[in-house]
């Protein structure tokens, strides 16, 4: 990963969601809700958040937290470690 995220900060692509459909209509990109649940791809160097969450893990996230920007055609999410609000457990 081209990014390390800082302290007590994650970098999270988040998940995309299906196209949504009511009925026979199609609901428009912008009018969809973000994401709030993502996958984790680095980890700050924060050893109490080393601890707690790993590359790889899928986690949910406060709906207006962090900072979104696009790297290479993906979007990402630079989030801290208090606006994380869960692990997502299979």
Same mark, same amino acid.
């Given at each position: 990963?081209? &990014?390390?995220?800082?302290?007590?900060?994650?970098?999270?692509?988040?998940?995309?969601?299906?196209?949504?459909?009511?009925?026979?209509?199609?609901?428009?990109?912008?009018?969809?809700?973000?994401?709030?649940?993502?996958?984790?791809?680095?980890?700050?160097?924060?050893?109490?958040?080393?601890?707690?969450?790993?590359?790889?893990?899928?986690? &949910? @996230?406060?709906?207006?937290?962090?900072?979104? @920007?696009?790297?290479?055609?993906?979007?990402?999410?630079?989030?801290?470690?208090?606006?994380?609000?869960?692990?997502?457990?299979?």
């Amino acid at each position: 990963m081209k &990014i390390q995220p800082l302290e007590d900060r994650v970098l999270i692509k988040p998940m995309e969601e299906k196209e949504k459909k009511l009925g026979s209509i199609i609901v428009p990109e912008t009018a969809k809700e973000k994401p709030q649940i993502g996958a984790i791809e680095a980890v700050g160097t924060d050893e109490e958040l080393q601890k707690n969450v790993k590359v790889g893990d899928k986690v &949910i @996230f406060a709906k207006y937290g962090g900072t979104e @920007f696009e790297l290479e055609g993906t979007v990402y999410l630079i989030v801290q470690k208090s606006d994380l609000l869960g692990v997502l457990k299979n």
